[in-house]
């Protein structure tokens, strides 16, 4: 195992990927394991919770930090009036947000908030802060129960099984019952209007039934206003579609973007390999390169080659070939 399928390893016990731990270790996308329940939460959380609604401060009850990185923080909390345990996501300065980025989280709260799906992450409530900052309450993942060193991410799943090298020795139905539990909240998502343009391994949480669950909806829109032509550069290089990145003329995204990524999502659950960005003809490129078809396995269980062959055609560059919506 390399270098970086350890970190990923490390990434699968924790909770978001890409906050610092709390201790101020730099260790890039993790951050340390939930803290237990009893443990007492860091005096500054007061701070930044007695700026919550009255009503929000009655019902959540902090003991803990989850992780913290750039603007953004998430909390453990134990919620009085259900009596579980959630994930509370917000800003951790709030007076640190100009109007432009504070209307962008607000963007996000609402898109999350209007996806209602058995596997979307589900999202408990929201509001705003004093200072008119979003927050919200979500599930806690926290892995399968009874297993302490169970993945709760995709990343640290595939991580985990790197080990197996041949395509023959890998759970199949289990990664594929995975892809088409990820497809069904895609589509979900699609029919309600809603792109998601960064479906990658670390955006996919498994949930305590092992249960995917979609994600970071950091940079979802709605389709209509990001289908013609932006100036935005949106996705994770390797796993976005090239029309996201620039590379087929002015940024834009539709539902065959994710579509696209999906592709290179199976392709990597299938063979264990991650996308590498390779240049294409004509210019530089930061897309995955394209060769539809040449990674199907004879292992893959009966009645899901079709499924197989038409996502591995969704990675068509241009577009043309690509199924419109998720398998």
Known sequence: MDRDDKDRAAASLDLYAGLERPDGAKTPGTVSPPAPSRSVPPHWTGQLTSNFPRAIRDRYEVRGVLGEG?????????????????????????????????????????????????????????????????WCSMLRVSGVPGRPDAAVSLAGRLAALRHLGEIEARPMGELLQTFLQVCRGVTHAHRTGIVHRDLKPDNVLLGPSGEALIA??????????????TNEMVGTPGYAAPEQLGELGPPRSDERSDVYSLGILLEELVTGVGPSPAPASGGPSTTSQVSPGRWLPERVPQGAPPLVLRTGRSRDRGGRDRLHHAP
């Open 70 to 134: 750039g603007m953004g923080i998430v909390l453990e909390a134990h919620d009085v009036r259900m009596g579980r345990s959630v994930a509370i996501k917000g800003v951790r300065d709030p007076r640190s947000l100009d109007a432009a980025r504070r209307e962008r989280l607000l963007g996000e709260a609402r898109i999350h908030a209007r996806l209602t799906h058995p596997n979307i992450l589900p999202v408990y409530d929201s509001w705003t802060d004093v200072h008119g900052n979003p």
């Open 216 to 229: 970071d909806w950091g940079l979802a829109a709605d389709v209509d206003l990001v289908r013609d032509e």
